[in-house]
Every structure is written in C-alpha cells, then in structure tokens.
C-alpha cells in the first residue's frame, strides 16, 4: 500500500534557486494539503486542494506554488528559495476522516 | 493567536508512569479532532474525535472529548520508552476539508527506563 509518496526524502537548495517537491497519492482522496514544519512549531499549511484543478492559499503559501491537475498528485513549487523556507515539507491527504501524511521531504536552503 | 494550544509542551516521565496530553481550541465550525504521534518521520494518525464525552481508546492510548470547554485529553498509562515521541493534536474546523487541520506545536513526550 502506497498511500502519500513525496519524493525526494533530503535536498539542499542554494539561495535563488527553485525546486518541485512531488506528492502523489493512491487513495483518490479529494483533499491533499502541502504543510511545513519547522523545531516546535507543529504544521503549518502552506496550500491545500480540494480536488482537480482546485487550490487555495493556507496559513503561509508567500514563495511557495502548487497546481492540481489529477486527483493524484499535488506538486508544490518553490521559485526563488530563501533561507527561511529551510524546513521540513509534509504533503497530506484525506477523504472525510483523518490525513494521512508523506514521509516528509527535509530541504536546507544555503 | 493560536487556535490550538496543547500543554505542556514537553514531559519527562519514568516507564510506568501514567501521563495525560491536553489539547484546548477555539474554532468556529468545529468538525472533529484528531490525534497524532510523531516520531522522527511522518505523523502517523491515532484517534479522530467527533462526540463530546466518548471515549476512544486503542491499547494503553485513550482520548475524550470536550466540546462544551472546547477540549481534549490524551492518556497513555503504563508507558514504554516506544511511547516516546511528539504528540500532534489537529482540530477540523472547516466542515469538509476545504481548510485543512490546524495543529497544535505539540508535546514532546520522553520516556525514560
């Protein structure tokens, strides 16, 4: 069982470069969710998705972009990195009941 | 301000000892709420609360809610050095979905032998 799969696990950025954190999910969910969490500050939702062709801004979208062209996957982009977004990245799904998490992507922007 | 405030935020406990995780909020259209357990990857998902005054229980892990004094708890009796971890709690307010569940900075919870 796949569930939530983000790839890749680690990256190290340097300032002003972009990257696409992939998450794709086999449960059809509807609702996929990008969070980012940072030492002692539990999930913080960046951008979720309430199905195909359907996104909206979370708690703290600013540097961040995602899209939602099938009901599997759930790209988040970032255009120019920046130190603060050194973080670790969750992707997420969920039907009715509870999200189901991705085994996190840990990215370091230098 | 923050909408969900667990307490406290970190515990040093003895193996054995029985431990209580609260988890207070304060949204506007409450749909549920859920606990996680995260150790070093993923949060991996324990109870969803629906009910005031039902007790979900799962092994040594029990959780109620409160909806009247906008709570809930988390108990862990007997506990083992692999009950050490941060404990997520995450409330849906939004009715469907549409706005995600907003989480709590958790509890950092250590076990010691």
């Known amino acids: 069982n796949a569930g939530v799969t983000q790839t890749p696990k680690f990256r190290i950025l340097k300032i002003g470069q972009s990257m696409t954190l992939q998450c794709t999910q086999d449960m059809n969910h509807n609702y996929m969710y990008w969070y980012r969490q940072d030492p002692g500050m539990g999930l913080k939702l960046i951008y979720y998705s309430v199905g195909a062709g359907i996104t909206d801004k979370g708690e703290v979208p600013n540097g961040y972009n995602v899209s939602r062209s099938t009901t599997e996957d759930f790209p988040l982009r970032l255009e120019l990195a920046a130190p603060s977004q050194t973080s670790v990245y969750f992707c997420a799904s969920r039907s009715l009941g509870a999200a189901f998490f991705g085994q996190g992507t840990r990215l370091t922007v230098v | 301000e923050d909408k969900v405030v667990q307490s406290p935020l970190s515990l040093v406990v003895h193996e054995g000892d029985t431990v209580t995780l609260n988890c207070s909020y304060e949204v506007t259209n409450f749909r549920s709420l859920l606990w996680y357990k995260q150790e070093k990857k993923a949060p991996t998902f324990l109870f969803m609360l629906?009910?005031?005054?039902i007790e979900k229980k799962s092994g040594r892990l029990s959780s109620i809610l409160d909806k009247k004094e906008l709570f809930s708890i988390l108990n862990i009796t007997a506990t083992q050095t692999g009950d050490s971890a941060v404990y997520l709690c995450?409330?849906?307010?939004?009715?469907?979905?549409?706005?995600?569940?907003?989480f709590g900075k958790g509890t950092h919870l250590i076990i010691q032998p």
């Open positions: 995450a409330v849906d307010d939004s009715g469907g979905g549409a706005d995600g569940l907003t």
């Open positions: 629906t009910s005031s005054g």
